[in-house]
């Protein structure tokens, strides 16, 4: 499974990338919404792990962050995490259609057991088969 990583606190983002890679993810980190879009653009994912609260130059709202998104990769599953959260931001981006919301801080056994939980419905579904390899050694 590959990920896209958007995670601006670099000590979260390598305690969750430690996570993804014992779960045999290829991972793919941006610690920018700049650099998250353009990663989004260079390359196809299956997973994209997005904060919220990523810096971005043009003051881009996280709403329109998660729409390039959707837009760039119909049919990759996007989780989101949030530190500020209230019922006002959630409801704001779970209208996008993401799988999960999470609020931080995010331990690394809900992100493997995320991660697990989506391997097993891919692998289900043959979801995710544009690699090329059999559906039943894709995630292996």
Same mark, same amino acid.
């Given at each position: 499974?590959?990920?896209?990583? *958007?995670e %601006?606190?670099?000590k979260? *983002?390598?305690g969750i990338?430690?996570a993804l890679?014992?779960?045999g993810?290829e991972v793919?980190s *941006? /610690?920018? *919404? /700049? @650099?998250?879009l353009?990663?989004a653009?260079?390359d196809?994912?299956?997973?994209l792990?997005i904060? !919220?609260?990523?810096p971005?130059?043009? &003051?881009? #709202?996280c $709403? $329109?962050?998660i729409r390039?998104l959707?837009d760039i =990769?119909?049919?990759a599953?996007?989780?989101t995490?949030a %530190? #500020? &959260?209230t019922? $006002? !931001?959630?409801?704001q981006? +779970? +209208?996008h /259609?993401?799988l999960?919301?999470?609020?931080k801080?995010? !331990?690394?056994n809900l992100? @493997? $057991? !995320?991660?697990l =939980?989506l391997r &097993? @419905?891919v692998?289900?579904? /043959?979801i995710?088969? =544009?690699t090329?390899v @059999?559906?039943?050694? =894709?995630? +292996?």
């Amino acid at each position: 499974m590959k990920v896209l990583l *958007a995670e %601006s606190d670099k000590k979260v *983002a390598a305690g969750i990338k430690t996570a993804l890679l014992m779960c045999g993810c290829e991972v793919v980190s *941006a /610690g920018t *919404a /700049g @650099r998250c879009l353009t990663a989004a653009q260079q390359d196809k994912f299956d997973l994209l792990l997005i904060d !919220l609260s990523l810096p971005h130059p043009t &003051n881009m #709202d996280c $709403e $329109e962050i998660i729409r390039q998104l959707k837009d760039i =990769h119909q049919d990759a599953k996007i989780i989101t995490m949030a %530190s #500020d &959260n209230t019922r $006002e !931001l959630e409801q704001q981006i +779970r +209208r996008h /259609g993401i799988l999960c919301y999470l609020v931080k801080p995010v !331990l690394p056994n809900l992100i @493997r $057991e !995320l991660v697990l =939980h989506l391997r &097993n @419905r891919v692998t289900s579904y /043959g979801i995710g088969s =544009h690699t090329g390899v @059999r559906k039943e050694e =894709h995630w +292996r």
